[in-house]
């Protein structure tokens, strides 16, 4: 089973409309979370960690945890089309006696001018 | 601050050589991961290096695949007697102490296998 699951697999948006993305995890123990993105041809970049419940905010991204359901979403404010990238959700997991970080397969977010 | 540093970008060989990917972790950095990246698999898992030591290598292939940490300068990634499916950006990651920090990735290497 997938540990880390992510929703919707691509998503189009208009440049100045909120994007959310979202994310769910099989194993609530987790208290470590991530947001990252990728532009095409580039490594990968990290957006927002948050480790309780709630909410956490970096620049126009904001991370909403919810252990109890599960869920992990990215919301972006005025996205723009320097926001066009995959995003991938990342969770960190003891495992083989060290933290194991587990990805998500990533959402392709496009932003239209 | 040069971020990861992976050399090279992108790498060409034919079935049945060997491929050796280079990696220059931030200075300060004890920790370096190496992922590969697929289309259809997503990011997998290969190796973590703490204090230069393997730490965790259950993600490596058992076979034809090796990294090493000679020095907390540079890691490398080994693939021997490579085959198409070897195909992928392979990603190497640092980050201050361990997987519970946020990591900064390179750019990756392209490894395509014909």
């Keep these: 089973q997938q540990k880390v699951q992510q929703s919707p697999e691509s998503l189009t948006v208009s440049e100045g409309a909120m994007a959310s993305l979202n994310c769910t995890f099989s194993d609530g123990t987790s208290d470590n979370f991530r947001w990252y993105r990728q532009h095409s041809g580039k490594g990968l970049e990290v957006l927002v960690s948050i480790f309780s419940d709630g909410e956490k905010e970096e620049g126009r991204f904001t991370a909403h945890l919810n252990r109890a359901s599960l869920h992990v979403s990215l919301h972006i404010r005025e996205p723009q089309p320097s926001d066009s990238a995959v995003y991938l959700c990342a969770m960190s997991l003891p495992m083989y006696n060290n933290n194991r970080i587990f990805f998500g397969d990533g959402t392709q977010l496009v932003v239209k001018p | ?114």
Excluded at chain 2, 37 to 42: E, K, N
Excluded at chain 2, 53 to 70: H, V
Excluded at chain 2, 77 to 105: H, M, W
């Design chain 2, 1 to 114: 601050n040069a971020g990861v540093i992976q050399t090279p970008r992108h790498k060409v060989t034919g079935k049945g050589q060997e491929a050796t990917l280079w990696c220059e972790p931030i200075s300060g950095h004890s920790a370096v991961f190496w992922y590969r990246q697929t289309i259809v698999q997503g990011l997998e898992f290969l190796t973590y290096f703490r204090n230069q030591a393997p730490i965790d290598d259950s993600g490596m292939p058992k076979e034809r695949f090796s990294a090493q940490m000679p020095n907390q300068s540079h890691s490398t990634l080994k693939i021997q007697s490579t085959q198409p499916q070897d195909s992928a950006v392979y990603l190497c990651a640092s980050s201050f102490t361990g997987p519970n920090e946020r990591l900064f990735f390179g750019h990756g290497t392209k490894l395509s296998v014909l």
